[in-house]
């Protein structure tokens, strides 16, 4: 996704900076470059679907992250703005299966023991503004551990996403299958009122052809009278 795709952007960036023959110029323009990828990472988390905070957990009002910048107008630290141990929004897509909707955000940023993605990324920026090639290099293996985290997210997503298509999938076909059935019930119904008319108006001109042979000879024998 989006945010993985990010990261490994982030890595290329820290293995530029690793490299030796870069000036203190071109350190800060990767510096710079990392703390908006930062801001875009966690602009994504922020999204909403129609209404809800997809990253906010079961609080989806409420926007799962907000930046806290320094006077420079860098990120310095990023702050949750959910409650923990909140339980996710949960869909019913039949009678006997539901889905989360939602997934908590901090969970997606944390990395364990104590580390953040949003840690790592500052952590970058800051080392490469006034760190070493060899300190920004150390950095690597720590952004390696949040791909691999991101790339399992991507995992679980993937898989509610195909449960979701496949759920939808069935719900279609339910639909285009009651749709026939109805439609099918009324012309069944259409048919049978016209059948039943149709007997009952042969049965009719039946009747009324019998009446006419036994009351034209009455009415004869009436005027011979």
């Not at 952007?9 to 530029?16: F, G, N, T």
């Not at 969970?107 to 503004?129: H, Q, S, V």
Request: aromatic share 6%; charged share 25%.
């Amino acid at each position: 996704g989006q945010i993985g795709d990010i990261m490994i952007s982030v890595r290329s960036d820290a293995l530029r900076g690793a490299n030796g023959g870069l000036s203190d110029a071109d350190r800060e323009t990767i510096a710079v470059t990392v703390d908006q990828k930062l801001r875009d990472v966690i602009n994504l988390l922020n999204q909403k679907h129609v209404r809800y905070y997809l990253f906010s957990g079961g609080n989806a009002n409420t926007a799962p992250f907000r930046i806290i910048e320094n006077e420079d107008g860098m990120v310095v630290r990023v702050q949750e703005q959910v409650e923990e141990d909140i339980q996710p929004i949960v869909q019913i897509v039949d009678e006997n299966h539901r889905m989360e909707f939602t997934i908590a955000g901090d969970d997606f940023l944390d990395l364990g023991e104590g580390d953040t993605l949003a840690d790592i990324m500052i952590d970058l920026r800051e080392t490469l503004m006034d760190g070493t090639e060899e300190e920004v290099g150390n950095l690597l293996e720590r952004l390696d551990v949040a791909i691999d985290q991101l790339s399992g997210w991507r995992g679980i997503l993937g898989a509610r996403v195909a449960t979701a298509n496949s759920f939808k999938e069935k719900l279609i076909t339910s639909e285009t299958h009651y749709t026939n059935r109805v439609s099918d019930l009324r012309d069944v119904d259409v048919v049978t009122a016209i059948s039943e008319f149709q007997l009952e108006q042969n049965a009719l001109e039946v009747a009324l052809r019998a009446s006419a042979s036994v009351v034209q000879p009455s009415l004869v024998n009436f005027i011979k009278f």
